[in-house]
């Protein structure tokens, strides 16, 4: 590619950093025997705040054979000079046209990228259906938390990755070059590689409907294919690879810090979560793995901030040990350091204290439910005094702004469960203004953000309807009208078309990737930017194909019914997840595995997971939510007279 006219290209658009390259740690190789173009389907400030991202490129690079390279996708600006040009999408690295790759791997993290792949591919002059692409072409692949169901991207991609991708990708490239080494053709090397765990071939299998157009199965049309796609699971984070050096851009991203996943995995078992099911079991990091990461990562990127995350940081066995080192070691350097997910009953004020002392931002709290009626359907274990004594805590603290994060529209949801968001948001306001005044800085600043439920696929609610449209605006008016007036707060919705597709394309099945294609012709594209959202080539695209929305997002599955993704085995027994539906319907819940085992993995509990063997697991779980707390709640009894745990 012309070097010269890109550059000239690059500086008319808005934000030119976003495809420059040459960032501080970006690797460069010389001429490697296979080519993998690793693409997030979203704007560079997104995609390179995504950890997973950063840790694969960093372990395909470590290989002698590959060179790992990023692409994103271009903004609308940048596509409309690439198309006025006549010029392909390219790497950042090399700046080389997409097509000349062995590979061309997406991170699939939300539903509403698909139509961003397209673009992708329809601007480095590839097919978009893996039918059509001949033997010339990269091979497409996807990995990601939506390939939990793939079927809707499935006809679109040659192979997908199902689980922790860590191994799976050295798998996948050992396989590959062994393949392309012997001159196998594309079919025998995807025979190859589906014998990988965790790599699904959607071309191996065949969607069937029934006589009213629903999905009835899945059918195998290559032998040697498993029947059912196993996810992968990385079982020693200890031992497996980190990001390497970071990648600094010339830009602001979302996520401009070094991120410490402290453990992977989380048993609290919230019936809505599809994360807390699909990266079961738990498994951490040592403080002494992470602290060595993080002075390698600070010494090379020149970074002033650490995030400790996870799906619930306060959970962490060796949270209390590990907090005041990380501060005693950092602080003294202005290096802040961060908890983003904490839940409320795991609010640990000494040590946050100490850790916002470098820099005071807000802390987000999720109580998820209004009424403890509704937080007992989902399973989310906290009560109303746990928030008010973790807000408490905060304002006493020092911190003057909280988020209170809800969702609208869950199961059994009623418009008294709607209120008591507005009741809980007036508590924590007097709880604010009831301080003394020389306390209370420049005032509170409260936000209740409302997001709408979709059902995911692997969790209790899978088998759950989203709400209407129509009766999500009437619900968010609802809440609107009844926080109006409270001191200090101020309320922030989700656009509720956005999250009607997500939840069409969450439980979807093959004939969905028509529609996106249609849309994607019509001009969708960003579909999860609210002001790029086209509402009419999405209605337009499902019309042309003789199907809505309602009959994937908005119905209601019977429980036995078949469902699209029933080939895909999250290790997560449907068993249990049935079992955990229904004592939704009773509104009974069901405790932490890590203090008893609830049997989610069925027979395969005693090889996947051993926190229910007798090796202190409830001095793990003492540990890591503080003793105190942790014995009050040997008091509390659900209905069953099992113990509660969260």
Known sequence: MDKNKLNRLIAKVEKPARYMGGELNMRIKAEAEFRFALCFPDTYEIGMSHLGSRIIYNILNKRADTYCERVYAPWVDMEEQLRENNEPLFSLETRSPLREFNVIGFSLLYEMCYTNI???????????LASERGEDMPLIA???????NPEPVAEIMD??????GEELVNDFMDAYAECRRRGLNKRDTLIELSKIEGVYVPAFYKAEYDENGNFSRIVKTEPSAPDRITRR?????DAAEFTGDLVVPYMNIVHDRVALEIFRGCTRGCRFCQAGFIYRPIRERKPKTLIDYADRQLGCTGYDEISLFSLSSGDYSEIHAMVPEILERYTKNRVSVSLPSLRIDSFLKDDLEKMQSVRKGGLTFAPEAGTQRLRDVIN???????LLRAVGDAFESGWQGVKLYFMIGLPTETDEDILGIAELARKVSRLFYQMPKDKRGKGLRCTVSASTFVPKPFTPFQWEPQISTEEVLRRQALLRSALKGIR???FNCHFSETSRLEACFARGDRRLAKVIIGAYKRGARFDSWDERFKKEAWEEAFAENGLTVEQFGNRHIGIDEPLAWQHMDSVVGMDYLRREYLRSREGIVTGDCRLNCNGCFGDRCGTLCDMHKPDSVWEIRKKAVG???AQNEDSRKNIEGEELSE
């Open 118 to 128: 397209l673009t992708v591919l329809e601007l480095s002059g590839i097919p978009f």
């Open 142 to 148: 996807a990995g990601g938390p939506c390939v939990c």
């Open 159 to 164: 192979v997908m990755f199902f689980g922790d």
């Open 233 to 237: 699971i990385v079982r020693n984070l």
């Open 380 to 386: 989310k274990g906290v009560c109303e005094e746990d």
């Open 488 to 490: 200090g707060v101020e």
């Open 627 to 629: 003793s105190e707390h």
